[in-house]
């Protein structure tokens, strides 16, 4: 099912693919369909209404008016801290940041609010929102517009943390992250945007929604688990393919949801395999890609056949020049020659 | 009137290079109607004054005397550019310029801590923070000018108020008189100022420098003009209305300037134009030198994070 649509620079190239919905105009028919559905779910972000820089939002403020599709001010906390009010006052909001590296300015709107209010008041509220979070690098847009942060968001407690990686399952997790009632994290890969993907029937059935927390086996294979999330299940998968011709057999894990995590499909896909290699844009130290290895370490340690390893950022900002960023993210390359320095062992 | 022509020629090499994808990423965020703040307010300056700029920063890095040709190679990306092609947000420590502004209010609260240094150390310097109407509207500004209110810190808050945050128009946004009324909340002094006039700009920043100086606290100056291109450059400004574009012409900075320096007869039409054809060749020169720059080394990506 998965050619490598995100390796193409032009447009489609099959003339089937223009029918093909792209990831953002997946996410965007999940949003239109379920404000439809639910009269309180609205949206709060800069330029929403108007011209939101990735055009997720295109066309919902005609639909829905400009009391629904909510233009706010730059003023992140505000921003963020009313969709906390709004959500314990019955309302579902949705908040778009333009970049998803602005979240550190609103944080603790998040994490100390939104993630513990309901524990802290015995029960007594729920904070369903959802904040969408474009991320990731590859544009040259610079340090503070090109990072992966969804560790930080996972490593505390009362967030869902959400990464798709098709169009089907950007559509399929937004109404999930819509439907749920607690604090949920959607990060966007910006390379993905513009990609289409070929979609089951399901997607076009407006009551269809993801089962959180259920990872995708994208490639099945017996030699070796990748676990690779947004872009990096592409790139791990184009390296599948061509490992495969020399006989290596890789299996690809998508996650899809980071919280909750999806550990039995992870574990029993090591079993098989007995080796695993994460993949992720994150940085490396203490993040997503060294929970998965503990998670690995913990419960399927006997199946190992070689030392896990992991593949990401090493822990510089991404820089501005291609060629530097270019470096730090990981991509098939590196992915292929993890591999085979594995198997080789 | 220099100044503010080198500013426009600067930015428009950087706009043409990223039109001709000479250089990828990021659009280029340009000043075109800003000129006349980023050069008031640097005229107004001194060596070892400091300013912060914002991602659109570019006017206020070549007003304060930067070099045009490692502006253009750190736009190019090259390794010889000011910050070694790590970033764009232009910074040379030694003329007292910090690039800013991938995070929008970010550079205020910093400027106000840098003015804390200045008067902790017993300098009599200055610091500067530019920022937009739009970030004006962030908690940061408004803790940073409380904060400067309290201890009473050299920091000039500059808001250019250029009428837009992206799309969204000023109006929109802010329900008060002006930006600048909220000084009087922060026990600051408040300004309005034409933000097209260069000379107006350089006598209000002067009078906050001087107060600054003096020990006097910090200066809030809203300085009031129209944002004549794209939020960045491959904006096409959809949400503003023919019309409207047209009278926002009108207040070209550079035009307004222009015609003044006729009028009085400081600066004929023929000088300027002389002017502006010294300064083209002058960039294109930055230009070609950027061209030829050598981009990073690999390693490079690894150097400068740590001191
Ligand atoms: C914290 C944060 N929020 C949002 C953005 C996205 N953003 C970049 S520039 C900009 C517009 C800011 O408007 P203004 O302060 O008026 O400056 P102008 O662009 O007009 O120069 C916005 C919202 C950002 N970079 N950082
Ligand atoms: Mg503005």
């Known amino acids: 099912m998965f050619d490598n649509r995100l390796f193409r620079p032009g447009g489609p190239v099959k003339p089937e693919e223009k029918d093909w919905p792209s990831f953002r105009g997946a996410i965007n028919e999940a949003m239109r369909e379920e404000m439809r559905r639910d009269p309180l779910v609205f949206q709060m972000g800069e330029d929403i209404a108007l011209a939101s820089p990735f055009g997720v939002t295109t066309g919902l403020a005609k639909e829905f008016g400009r009391e629904r599709i909510r233009d706010a001010p730059c003023a992140e906390v505000a921003v963020v801290g009313a969709a906390v009010g709004a959500a314990m006052g019955g309302m579902r909001p949705i908040v778009e940041f333009q970049f998803g590296d602005f979240m550190s300015v609103a944080i603790d709107q998040l994490t100390h609010q939104a993630a513990m209010l309901r524990y802290l008041t015995g029960g007594q509220v729920s904070v369903p929102l959802v904040i969408r979070l474009p991320c990731g690098g590859g544009q040259g847009a610079g340090s503070q517009h090109s990072q992966s942060l969804y560790s930080w968001f996972a490593h505390v407690p009362g967030i869902k943390v959400l990464l798709p990686s098709t169009s089907m399952d950007a559509k399929a997790m937004m109404k999930a992250a819509i439907r749920d009632n607690n604090p949920v994290l959607f990060f966007e890969h910006k390379q993905l945007y513009r990609t289409r993907w070929p979609v089951p029937a399901e997607f076009r059935d407006a009551d269809h929604v993801a089962e959180l927390g259920k990872a995708a086996v994208r490639r099945a294979g017996v030699d070796i688990t990748v676990v690779a999330t947004l872009t990096m299940v592409h790139h791990a998968?184009?390296?599948?393919?061509?490992?495969?011709?020399?006989?290596?057999?890789?299996?690809?894990?998508?996650?899809?949801t980071l919280v909750p995590f999806d550990v039995d499909t992870l574990v029993a896909s090591v079993r098989k395999t007995g080796r695993l290699l994460v993949v992720d844009e994150a940085y490396l130290n203490f993040g997503i890609q060294a929970e998965v290895i503990a998670t690995v370490a913990e419960r399927a340690f006997e199946a190992l056949k070689a030392a896990p390893r992991r593949l990401g950022n090493p822990n510089v900002p991404v820089p501005f020049a291609p060629c530097l960023q270019d470096e730090v993210l990981p991509g098939r390359a590196r992915i292929e020659a993890a591999i085979r320095q594995m198997m080789s062992r | 009137m220099r100044a503010m022509l080198l500013i426009r020629a600067v930015e428009k090499a950087w706009g043409d290079a990223y039109l001709t994808e000479e250089i990828t990423g990021i659009p280029p965020s340009l000043s075109t109607g800003q000129e006349a703040i980023a050069a008031g307010a640097c005229a107004a300056l001194g060596d070892g004054d400091f300013i912060?700029?914002?991602?659109?920063?570019?006017?206020?890095?070549?007003?304060?005397?930067?070099?045009?040709?490692?502006?253009?190679?750190?736009?190019?990306?090259?390794?010889?550019?000011?910050?070694?092609?790590?970033?764009?947000?232009?910074?040379?420590?030694?003329?007292?310029?910090?690039?800013?502004?991938?995070?929008?209010?970010?550079?205020?609260?910093?400027?106000?801590?840098?003015?804390?240094?200045?008067?902790?150390?017993?300098?009599?310097?200055?610091?500067?923070?530019?920022?937009?109407?739009?970030?004006?509207?962030?908690?940061?500004?408004?803790?940073?000018?409380?904060?400067?209110?309290?201890?009473?810190?050299?920091?000039?808050?500059?808001?250019?108020?250029?009428?837009?945050?992206?799309?969204?128009?000023?109006?929109?946004?802010?329900?008060?008189?002006?930006i600048a009324a909220r000084a009087a909340g922060y026990g600051l002094p408040g300004v309005v100022v034409d933000g097209t006039d260069p000379l107006a700009v350089q006598a209000a920043v002067a009078e906050a420098v001087a107060r600054a100086r003096a020990g006097g606290g910090a200066t809030f100056i809203e300085a009031q003009c129209e944002r004549l291109t794209g939020h960045l450059i491959h904006d096409t400004q959809p949400y503003r209305s023919r019309e409207e574009l047209e009278s926002a012409w009108k207040h070209c900075p550079i035009l307004l300037f222009g015609e003044r320096l006729e009028r009085e007869r400081i600066l004929s039409a023929d000088e300027r134009a002389r002017m502006n054809r010294e300064i083209e060749a002058e960039v294109a020169g930055a230009v070609a030198h950027a061209r030829t720059q050598p981009y990073p080394a690999i390693h490079e990506a690894y150097e400068d994070l740590w001191a």
């Not at chain 2, 309290?150 to 009428?163: A, F, G």
């Open chain 2, 52 to 178: 912060f700029t914002t991602h659109r920063g570019q006017a206020a890095q070549v007003a304060r005397g930067l070099d045009p040709k490692r502006i253009l190679a750190e736009l190019y990306c090259r390794r010889t550019g000011y910050n070694k092609g790590k970033s764009y947000h232009v910074t040379d420590m030694t003329r007292g310029v910090v690039g800013m502004g991938g995070i929008v209010p970010a550079q205020v609260p910093i400027a106000g801590g840098m003015a804390l240094a200045q008067k902790m150390r017993g300098t009599d310097r200055v610091s500067l923070a530019f920022f937009g109407d739009g970030a004006s509207n962030e908690g940061a500004v408004h803790e940073a000018a409380a904060l400067a209110a309290m201890w009473t810190l050299p920091l000039i808050l500059l808001c250019e108020n250029n009428r837009y945050c992206i799309t969204q128009r000023d109006t929109d946004a802010l329900k008060g008189p002006s």
């Open chain 1, 237 to 256: 998968l184009a390296a599948a393919e061509a490992l495969a011709a020399e006989g290596v057999s890789v299996e690809v894990i998508d996650p899809r």
